[in-house]
């Protein structure tokens, strides 16, 4: 399990707008991100990646979308948790099947 994000999502989606938004004031969107993130106090990284997740989320770019994303993950514990449970399982059985063997005949 991810930690908590230090920033509120509010934060984040007015973060991603104004990188938007005044895009056509820099150079390049990385010029962009940089400005915008120091003043919020993030990281540029940081921000570059919340632009790109929400590109995705939009359909503006390739990739998978925070929902998806989400299911993905929910998906992949379900299945770790279901081999768990048939290991389990495949334990007992070979456990109760070996003491049914060792077991005197009457």
């Known amino acids: 399990m991810g ?8 934060v984040r989606e007015r973060a991603v707008r104004m990188v938007l938004e005044h895009q056509g004031e820099h150079d390049s969107q990385w010029a ?6 120091g003043k919020i106090g993030c ?3 940081t921000l ?3 632009v790109r997740q929400s ?6 770019r390739g990739g998978l979308t925070t929902d998806e994303r989400q299911r993905l993950k929910d998906q992949e514990r ?11 399982l495949r334990k007992a059985s070979a ?8 077991r005197r005949p009457k």
Do not use: H
């Open 95 to 102: 456990y109760f099947a070996q003491a049914e063997l060792d």
């Open 55 to 60: 590109e995705c989320d939009r359909g503006d």
């Open 3 to 10: 930690r908590p994000s230090r920033f509120a999502p509010e």
């Open 32 to 37: 962009t991100i940089t400005s915008i993130a």
């Open 48 to 50: 570059r990646k919340w």
């Open 78 to 88: 379900e299945i770790r948790e279901l081999r768990r449970a048939n290991e389990i």
């Open 43 to 45: 990281s540029p990284e």
